[in-house]
């Protein structure tokens, strides 16, 4: 079955270093790729989503390529911020999927220090 | 923005009794979902909806029931809790072809 693959639990990082949290997928054809937001109290929220090949998602400083030659849609950003840090899901959406489900990776929480 | 409301927030129950967690969201969308969250195996479906009347078995819906009496309310039902089921659960709305689920606060369910 269709699968998503975080292969860091936990990041820890000071202000201004670089942040790489690692995604790949397992699906057939060309899901939607997601990466969500969770900060402490709260529940997910959409960060960004790309749906084709080579498509790059972005928000607040944050971004990540689909490339579907490697199945992957790795996080990143070039300077983290104390405010960064929270957990952070990748997630899929098979194309045609029932009820629009969506799947989740385990989560990568990210410690930033001051 | 969607506004999605979970209710309670927290809860305490004894194993074999009843539980009932509440969702209602206010953006008219048709999908529903219900999630648990653990450490370790990120956010699991138990069941989603497409619309009022309708319940869907998600990947983990053993021990769950679902019932949504209209578009604005999805309730889970845990018949007889047990500690397994112990975890916090989040309720997400949907909608359309991109369909970006919008999440509620999440209610933290204690079973003893």
């Known amino acids: 079955g269709d699968s998503v693959t975080q292969t860091e639990g936990q990041v820890a990082l000071s202000e201004e270093d670089f942040l790489t949290i690692h995604c790949n997928y397992s699906?057939?054809?060309?899901?939607?790729l997601f990466w969500y937001v969770q900060y402490p109290g709260e529940g997910p929220q959409l960060l960004f989503r790309?749906?084709?090949?080579?498509e790059k998602g972005s928000s607040r400083g944050f971004e990540a390529t689909y490339d579907k030659g490697t199945t992957s849609f790795h996080l990143r950003k070039a300077s983290v911020q104390e405010s960064d840090s929270a957990v952070y899901y990748c997630?899929?959406?098979?194309?045609?999927?029932?009820?629009?489900?969506?799947?989740f990776g385990i989560g990568t929480l990210l410690s930033v220090k001051p | 923005e969607a506004a999605v409301t979970q209710s309670p927030r927290n809860k305490v129950a004894v194993t074999g009794g009843k539980v009932t967690l509440s969702c209602n969201q206010t953006?008219?969308?048709?999908?529903m979902y219900w999630y648990r969250q653990d450490t370790g195996h990120g956010l699991r479906l138990i069941h989603y909806?497409?619309?009022?009347?309708?319940?869907e078995k998600g990947d983990i819906p053993d021990g769950y029931k679902a019932s949504r009496p209209s578009q604005e309310n999805f309730s889970l039902i845990l018949e007889l809790a047990t500690p397994s089921q112990t975890s916090v659960y989040f309720c997400?709305?949907?909608?359309?072809?991109?369909?970006?689920?919008?999440f509620g606060p999440g209610t933290r369910l204690l079973v003893l």
């Open positions: 790309a749906s084709r090949d080579k």
């Open positions: 997630a899929l959406r098979a194309y045609g999927s029932s009820g629009n489900k969506l799947i």
């Open positions: 699906a057939s054809g060309y899901p939607t």
């Open positions: 909806s497409y619309g009022a009347g309708s319940t």
């Open positions: 997400a709305s949907g909608q359309g072809a991109q369909d970006t689920q919008y």
């Open positions: 953006n008219n969308h048709n999908n």
